[in-house]
């Protein structure tokens, strides 16, 4: 009976061990899952790229600038052409009757829609050359000024500027190399 009772003793022993071992098991298990789980409880989203390529904004001559028929006098004076073709004259010029071409730049813009754009002009003085040194045009200004606004894609933009006529200007033809005008969205 000692015996049996022994192995009784080693039965239940046995069978202790194993529910130590399945619940260790169960319990490692379940820590894996856990913490698996506790990875997974982060979260995402997804998003899209969107881009709308606009018509580049564009700017040709149409016309160039004219001063037309100017006299002077022999000493230091002006002729302001404005951006809608009107002349005035100060100090030793006077405007003949015969005006002969007077004519602001024309420029045609084109671009997208309604967009508006920033105009720049030319900041330092242009040389007009011919028989005479020194005769220049400055103080560009433009209609629209500053900022223009397209219409279905389209805007005519208008320059004047100041000619500066030197002491002693003898008569002639005085041209200027090509001025830039620079045009971009806003």
Known sequence: MKNNNKLNNNKSFNTKDTAMKKLTLLIALLLVVLSTNAFALGASATATATATI?????ITKSVDMNFGNVATDGTVGTVALTPAGTRTATGGVTLPAT?????????????SGTYTYAITLPAAPLTLTGTTAGVTASTFTSTPSATGALTAGAQTLLVGATLNLPVSTVAGSYTSAAFTVTVNYN
């Not at 606009?54 to 564009?58: D, F, L, N």
């Open 99 to 111: 005006a002969g071409t007077v004519t602001a730049a024309s420029f045609a813009v084109t671009g």
């Open 54 to 58: 606009v018509t580049p904004i564009g």
